[in-house]
């Protein structure tokens, strides 16, 4: 009789959740105040201080960011944002639930990011603002993107959902737009299950994004709860519902505090892929110049120069072995919705379709362990036949 070997699938990318994590969690859940309240305060102050950051506010997405910080810059009706194409749809989604029309350019071919010289030429008296996306945690040119806000008169807004851990010209991403949105969504660097954080320079824009995501109430409810006696506070605005709970601060306060930790098992997951893939003949991005941090989101390979077997082919094999992969991202301005509003069509964005078509990501996370990546390793040379 034979036997069958049961092999475990791999996973894409695995939550990482340590025993601090639970525990919090359970404290929050035994304390009596589960809504926003004093873990989001703390989780704000160690998020701001980790950043280098003056304000941040705790929000339940990175999504939610995007649209409070477009608002906050007067996105709206009758002006653009310009962003890329090769991105999460809720990037330019947000521009969409602003009331403003997001306009896309093309990203760089070495590194999947918004070319800036794309992005200039993109420019009309109606734009409003530049929305650059750290893609897979590669930090975008954040000088030249700062240098192109302050010529035109623009806000910058940077989607950094990948790129909590970057560096850019020896800047901190975080510090250098103003707004700065964060994901900490189940798959991402710092996770709370879902969640955001946004970071900004103006201790007003700030203050007016908090209120904005408490359904324009003047006050939250926790400030309402610490004042005895009787508490005015006022509806400003007609808000939203975009905060975070102290269950969610307490898996993030943790995430946080052990985040360099797991940046270093990426960053060595990266490196046994470097080696052991380095001969495949496949297409990757440049390396971050010298003095820049990768946020290690994504570990990206591009498939388009080993005849005829396709990225698909590959995904398909890889699956069948049990490895799941991924696609960061199908070109957003080819999705129906776009394509179908603003008449976009194939050849409008040549490098972002190109990346689209070819791009594979493989599991990433500081959850698997050394047994699972060597299995990915076989399983992606044995899907090129190497
Ligand atoms: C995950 C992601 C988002 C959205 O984050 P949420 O926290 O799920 O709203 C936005 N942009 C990019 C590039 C992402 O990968």
Redesign the pocket.
Known sequence: MSTVAVVERVPFAPPDIGAPEIAEVVATLESGWLSTGPRVRRFEEAFAEYIGAAHAVALN??????HLSLLACGAGPGNEVITTPL??C??ANAIVHCGATPVFADVDARTGNLDPSAAEAAITPRTRALLP?H?AGRPVDVTGFRALAERYGLALIE?A??CIEGVSGGRKIGTTADFT?F???A??NVTTG???MVTTASADAAERIRIASSHGLSRQAWSRYLQPGPVHYELVMPGFKYNMSDLQAAIGLHQLASIRERYERRLEICGMYDAALGDLPVRRFDPVPAGDVHGL?LYTIQIDAAGSLTRDEVSRRMAGAGVATSI??PALHLHRYYAERFGFTRGRYPQAERISDTVLSLPLSSALSDDQITRVIDVTRGAFGA
Do not use: I, M, P
């Open positions: 997405s990175c999504t939610a960011g995007l991105t999460f809720s990037t996306v893609y989607d959902a990948h949105s994901s900490f969504y798959t991402k879902e969640g955001g989101h960061h991202f």
